[in-house]
Antibody, heavy 116, light 107 residues
Framework: QVQLVESGGGVVQPGRSLRLSCAAS????????MHWVRQAPGKGLEWVAV????????YYADSVKGRFTISRDNSKNTLYLQMNSLRAEDTAVYYC?????????WGQGTLVTVSS | DIQMTQSPSSLSASVGDRVTITCRAS??????LNWYQQKPGKAPKLLIY???SLQSGVPSRFSGSGSGTDFTLTISSLQPEDFATYYC?????????FGQGTKLEIK
C-alpha cells in the first residue's frame, strides 16, 4: 500500500534553516509528481510546492518562493523540502502528498515550529 | 492566483441529514476540483477528484457536482464518522489553492 512518511520537523529559530524529508513506498515513486502542503495550528490547508516526477519542473506558493526548495532523489524514493530564512508564520504541520493530477495519498505530517 | 471560497464555514447537522457544501472559484477551473475530508490530528483524505469521481474506498453517500466556477459536495445521509472538516482544492493551475474549509458538526 502507498506509504509516505515525513521527518525532519522540530523547533528552529527565526532565520535558520531546516530540511524535511518524505520517504515513499508502496508505489513507483519515479512515476509521480509530489506535493508539500502545510497547515498552521488551527488553520486551513495551504499548498506549498510541487515537483514533477522527474524533477524537471517545480512550482511554489508565493509565500515560500525564494526561501524554500523542493527536490527529490528518485534513487532513494525520497522527497525533500529545504526551508531557509524561516519565519514565525512558517510554523505548521507539513504534509507530503503524491500527485495524480491532484494530491491523492498523504503522509501523516511533521511539525515545524519557528520560535526564538 | 485562483481564489477558492467555500460556504458555509461551519455547519451543524444530524445523523441521517442530507448536507451540501459549496465551493466557488474566482475563475473557471474546468473540472480540476477536488474535495478532502480532515479529522482532528489526521492528514487530509481525498474523497472526490475531477468534480465527481469518487476516490477508491470512499462511500457512495459522498458525491460531487458542478462545472466552471461553482461546485458542490453532497453527503446524502450523514453518518457519525462524517463529522469533520471538508476542503475543496483546485488543481487547474499553480498555486493549487484550497478553500478555507467547512467544519461539519453534530447538532
Amino acid at each position: 500500500q502507498v506509504q509516505l512518511v515525513e521527518s525532519g520537523g522540530g523547533v528552529v529559530q527565526p532565520g535558520r534553516s531546516l530540511r524535511l524529508s518524505c520517504a515513499a513506498s508502496g508505489f513507483t515513486f519515479t512515476s509521480y509528481g509530489m506535493h508539500w502542503v502545510r497547515q498552521a495550528p488551527g488553520k486551513g490547508l495551504e499548498w506549498v510546492a510541487v515537483i514533477w516526477f522527474d524533477g524537471s519542473n517545480k512550482y511554489y506558493a508565493d509565500s515560500v518562493k525564494g526561501r524554500f526548495t523542493i527536490s527529490r532523489d528518485n534513487s532513494k524514493n525520497t522527497l525533500y523540502l529545504q526551508m531557509n530564512s524561516l519565519r514565525a508564520e512558517d510554523t505548521a504541520v507539513y504534509y507530503c502528498a503524491r500527485n495524480k493530477h491532484h494530491p491523492d495519498y498523504w503522509g501523516q505530517g511533521t511539525l515545524v515550529t519557528v520560535s526564538s | 492566483d485562483i481564489q477558492m471560497t467555500q460556504s458555509p464555514s461551519s455547519l451543524s447537522a444530524s445523523v441521517g441529514d442530507r448536507v451540501t457544501i459549496t465551493c466557488r472559484a474566482s475563475q473557471s477551473i474546468s473540472d480540476y476540483l477536488n474535495w478532502y475530508q480532515q479529522k482532528p490530528g489526521k492528514a487530509p483524505k481525498l474523497l472526490i477528484y475531477a468534480v465527481s469521481s469518487l476516490q477508491s474506498g470512499v462511500p457512495s453517500r459522498f458525491s460531487g457536482s458542478g462545472s466552471g466556477t461553482d461546485f458542490t459536495l453532497t453527503i446524502s445521509s450523514l453518518q457519525p464518522e462524517d463529522f469533520a472538516t471538508y476542503y475543496c482544492q483546485q488543481s487547474y493551475s499553480t498555486p493549487y489553492t484550497f478553500g478555507q474549509g467547512t467544519k461539519l458538526e453534530i447538532k
